[in-house]
């Protein structure tokens, strides 16, 4: 069964800060993983999909890496803003058919001012 | 991307009951899909919804519980039946369209609260 884990499950950070966000996954064999945004009381942004022959996307100040054989991947933001805050979620799709989303928890970021 | 409403985007509904939750979509779509997030949990999927066929449920979801409808590419419904509290969560509708890289699109979520 596909277990994703994000670690750490809340980070606060002064403004202007690099960060990493973590993601996990037990089993290797995936079709894509995707990164989203969720606002409180909002719905999910998608940020950035990586296929799994890919090894990163990027858009803006959002980096995110792949590792399939290590069942891992992260979310690097650049130069943080207090408009960042938000919880982020990661996912990923296992091959095989299903289009089924496997959702860790999220890592709850606050930026301040 | 695809643009996702849904409708209501809250309700607070009393036990017994049943609510409908409406998804409407801004173009078709080839899938679309049901989550709940239940409190301090993860995104957990209900159903994939395909149009002209019946919905595929996932384990620990039950159609009798959850029917679903999908009249056409756009639109999708899901009914939360004989409601009780441990039924308090968001439910998400998402779709995906044909290509993309299975890259899926959330509406902004019906929040429920059952007392």
């Known amino acids: 069964k596909q277990e994703v884990t994000q670690i750490p499950a809340a980070l606060s950070v002064p403004e202007g800060e690099n960060l990493v966000l973590n993601c996990s996954f037990t089993?290797?064999?995936?079709?894509?993983l995707q990164w989203f945004r969720q606002d409180p009381g909002k719905g999910l942004t998608s940020l950035l999909l990586?296929?799994?022959?890919?090894r990163e996307q990027t858009s803006g100040r959002l980096n995110a890496s792949l590792d399939k054989s290590s069942g891992r991947s992260t979310l690097y933001i650049a130069a943080s803003q207090p408009g960042d805050s938000a919880t982020y979620l990661c996912?990923?799709?296992?091959?095989?058919?299903?289009?089924?989303?496997?959702f860790g928890k999220g890592t709850k970021l606050t930026v301040n001012p | 991307s695809a643009v996702i409403s849904q409708k209501p985007s809250r309700d607070i509904c009393q036990r017994g009951t049943s609510l409908t939750i409406q998804c409407q979509v801004d173009?078709?779509?080839?899938?679309m899909f049901w989550y709940r997030q239940q409190p301090g949990q993860s995104l957990t999927l209900i159903a994939t919804?395909?149009?002209?066929?019946?919905?595929?449920?996932e384990s620990g979801f039950v159609i009798d519980k959850f029917p679903i409808s999908r009249p056409n590419l756009t639109f999708s419904t899901l009914t939360v039946s004989n409601m009780s509290p441990e039924d308090s969560s968001i439910y998400l509708c998402?779709?995906?369209?044909?290509?993309?890289?299975?890259?899926?699109?959330f509406g902004p979520g019906t929040r429920l609260t059952v007392t």
């Open positions: 998402s779709a995906r369209r044909a290509g993309g890289g299975y890259e899926q699109y």
């Open positions: 089993d290797s064999a995936i079709y894509n």
């Open positions: 990586i296929q799994s022959s890919q």
């Open positions: 996912a990923v799709i296992l091959q095989g058919g299903s289009e089924k989303l496997v």
């Open positions: 173009s078709q779509v080839t899938m």
């Open positions: 919804a395909n149009q002209g066929s019946e919905a595929t449920y």
